[in-house]
């Protein structure tokens, strides 16, 4: 597929243009069990989502073909950068198909420093998280509920994203 091509489809979604700067993540009126497709890590090793119990997680599907994907990539590393650590993870979650090498070059060419490496296969990912079109981002709580979604790019460093992950962040466990 041209890269043309993969804009206009971006466009007709609603994925790129004024959608890239919504200012919030839509969050579920109640948390929503999820599953988890299985996972490595830029070393290899296995994976689901309870590896990441306790924390507040920030799953964003994603794939290197994907152009707004790649242009929202910057700020999910940057929102790592700032909010990272013992309570809060930005977990991009890829589906190539070529694997970690094409994930691994993408992240040297555009200087990514704080974001992991994660890659599914795409069809398990696709299907036990539902997702409709990429990139596709999950906000997960500390017991691996499902908070909110919202498909199609975003500014995740903006002011009032992190805002809104800090208050999932501050809230004691149900």
């Known amino acids: 597929m041209r890269?043309?091509?993969l804009i206009a489809g971006a466009i007709a979604l609603g994925a790129?243009?004024?959608a890239f700067a919504r200012p919030r993540m839509p969050l579920h009126d109640e948390p929503r069990e999820m599953l988890s497709p299985p996972f490595v890590d830029g070393a290899g090793r296995d994976m689901t989502l309870a590896?990441?119990?306790g924390k507040v997680v920030l799953l964003n599907i994603w794939a290197t073909w994907c152009v707004p994907c790649r242009e929202e990539m910057p700020t999910l590393d940057r929102l790592q950068g700032q909010l990272g650590g013992g309570d809060f993870h930005v977990l991009p979650l890829s589906i190539d198909r070529a694997g970690l090498k094409v994930v691994r070059r993408f992240y040297e060419e555009i200087g990514l420093r704080h974001l992991g490496m994660y890659l599914s296969d795409s069809t398990r990912a696709m299907f036990a998280l539902g997702i409709i079109g990429l990139p596709t981002t999950i906000l997960i709580d500390?017991?691996?509920r499902e908070r909110g979604r919202?498909?199609?790019p975003a500014e995740w460093d903006s002011p009032d994203i992190m805002a809104q992950i800090q208050s999932?962040?501050?809230e004691q466990e149900k």
């Open 150 to 152: 919202l498909v199609g």
């Open 168 to 170: 999932i962040i501050n």
């Open 142 to 144: 500390r017991s691996g």
């Open 3 to 5: 890269r043309r091509d």
């Open 16 to 18: 790129v243009g004024p």
């Open 51 to 53: 590896d990441f119990r």
